[in-house]
């Protein structure tokens, strides 16, 4: 009975310092978590937190938890009535500034073209006062005089045709040859003739006697208007130049007009949320017709792309790995493998995963982060993977 007790009992001491032995040996790493040849992860992925750029009251929720969004749909609204009625307001004013320009535009052209045209008649009214001034004062030359003895000659001959036929009409009507309208049609072409002789006779006058005193003073006087108005029609002109500043006024009136519309859009525009990516709605934090402050999350979308796996690697272990790199996960809920790629290595050691002891020639073992990236559908954030570190170095 002794003996088989002291085999029990030193039986037992070995089994105890063969397995101290191992946990603190060398080998201590193969049965500490990521320190063994097969490494633990869990898939993760990315969350994005949907908030509107201002305050406001839900007016609609499109979406649930556990609603599959794509990039773009309409997820949530605000309730835009004000923002409505302020853009109906913007694009009127906006408008209004619009044909204030225009109108403003044409006043331009308009006073430019009435200015030119006045200045060009008052320049040519000068010029003609000017002449008939200086013809009252030299007198008409000897061409003019021959012109107007000319012209009474002419005058004089009609007057004799048309008294001539004035008798002869006279006459017939007495006979009965012709009715009263001849003799008033006769009558009528020897008093423009005499008239006419009569205003040749005095223009002939005039050139041979001279202008008479009162006549070059109304002359004069008519050629000192005629300067005035020519004055006041260049001074005129300078409105052109108020009329461009109008001009210019319009245009940044309707800038701002713009700019305020342009503003409004912007805030209807933010009163729309849509996702930004493809994935499955995490969580809705609000109801419709609840108020909410800018910024608040509104709903959270779990992207179903960009899933992604970290590991975390004894530097004996990552000498071949790279980006780029192809390898097999194993994951227990699917029983199955899937197919995953070197994303990131870490340039430099995270921490290290076995601290070294007192013993002789013992040290620290450092461990890097290495990313990959998981494409595979049925995988969904918070899943366990493993990998088997012998051989996941082999890229394609």
Known sequence: MKRRAWLGVTGFVVSIGVLAAYLIGPGAGSVAGQQTDRLTGVVEGTEVDLSFKMGGTIADL??????????????????????????EQALAAYKLAVVRMEQAKKGVSLTDSSSSAQVDQAQAAVLAA????EANKNGARTE??????????AAQSAKQIAETQLERMKTLYQEGAVPQVKVEEAEMQYEKALAELTATEEQLKIAQTGARKEQLDAAQAQ????TAAYKQAVAARGQVGLKQLDVKSAEAG???AKGALDEIEAFLKNASMTAPVDGIVKSVAVQKGELVAQGFTVVTIQATTDNFVKFYVSEFAISNLKAGDRVHL????????????????APA??????KATQEMGDRDIRSF???MNVSDPALRPGLTVEWQVEGAGDGE
């Open 62 to 87: 499109k979406v649930k938890e556990g609603d599959e969004v794509k990039a773009g749909q309409l997820v949530a609204t605000l309730n835009n009535e004000e923002l409505l009625a302020k853009r």
């Open 130 to 133: 000017q002449a008939q001034f």
């Open 144 to 153: 003019e005089v021959a012109q107007l003895k000319a012209k009474l000659q």
């Open 223 to 226: 050629l000192q208007q005629a």
């Open 254 to 256: 309707v800038q701002q």
């Open 330 to 345: 194993y994951v227990p809920a699917l029983n199955r493998t899937v197919e995953a790629h070197v994303a990131a290595v």
């Open 349 to 354: 050691a995270d921490f290290a995963v076995k």
């Open 369 to 371: 982060q290495v990313k």
